[in-house]
């Protein structure tokens, strides 16, 4: 099973953007769909962004043209840009495989605070 290692997180105040990044610990198959989750205090987890091999991309309604989700297949990378941050965003993310088997990682604390 693939895994993934997440970084870029840290405290942001509202409005602020942050940088997600995710490696891969192997080639990423180009039948996978790749996701970013996130999980917060007595919250469900859920699916904020998604994106396919060949760029094709969803996002929860919550993060639509706030939040945009790419991919670097040379480097096993997926990122995630979040602009216009709000408190209700703060979480912990985690990438994840959408459509096959996988693990989850140890994620990154996103926290969005004055």
């Known amino acids: 099973q693939v895994t993934f290692v997440e970084s870029g997180g840290g405290l942001v105040q509202p409005g602020g953007s942050l940088r997600l990044s995710c490696v891969a610990s192997?080639?990423?198959?180009?039948?996978?769909?790749i996701g970013w989750y996130r999980q917060a205090p007595g919250k469900q987890r859920e699916l904020v962004a998604s994106i396919t091999y060949n760029g094709g991309t969803h996002y929860a309604d919550s993060v639509v043209g706030r939040f945009t989700i790419s991919t670097d297949n040379a480097k096993n990378m997926v990122n995630l840009q979040m602009n216009s941050l709000k408190p209700e965003d703060t979480a912990v993310y985690l990438c994840?495989?959408?459509?096959?088997?996988?693990?989850w990682g140890q994620g990154t604390q996103v926290t969005v605070s004055s």
């Open positions: 192997r080639t990423i198959s180009s039948l996978y769909v």
């Open positions: 994840k495989v959408v459509n096959a088997p996988s693990s």
